[in-house]
């Protein structure tokens, strides 16, 4: 059974950082692309970012570009997500899940974590 837990999240002041970690379990982690997942109250369910198996090819959402990292310790089947310049428009449950090449989740979804961003 697949369980991702979702952590790292906080309040925060416009343009601060936070680091969000998301743990996997029951799935060879190293052999999916994972991305990070975000939805603001009263809206669906967006895409964030994007990154390969090995952890060598990225991709972000516009709005996030320049300002988000992805990353991933195989290692550890750990996902990381480095958010910088934080807007209050960044606010959201944030979530992983392993994707596929069309960038769609296809995991059960955790619990997410909560990022709040004051202007």
């Known amino acids: 059974q697949v369980q991702l837990v979702e952590s790292g999240g906080g309040s925060v002041q416009a343009g601060g950082s936070l680091r969000l970690s998301c743990a996997a379990s029951?799935?060879?982690?190293?052999?999916?692309?994972m991305g990070w997942f975000r939805q603001a109250p009263g809206k669906e369910r967006e895409f964030v970012a994007r990154v390969n198996w090995r952890g060598t090819g990225s991709y972000y959402a516009d709005s996030v570009k320049g300002r988000f990292t992805i990353s991933r310790d195989n290692a550890k089947s750990t996902l990381y997500l480095q958010m910088n310049s934080l807007k209050p428009e960044d606010t959201a449950v944030y979530y992983c899940n392993p994707v596929r090449p069309d960038l769609s989740p296809f995991g059960s979804w955790g619990q997410g974590t909560q990022v709040t961003v004051s202007s």
């Open positions: 029951g799935l060879t982690f190293s052999n999916y692309g």
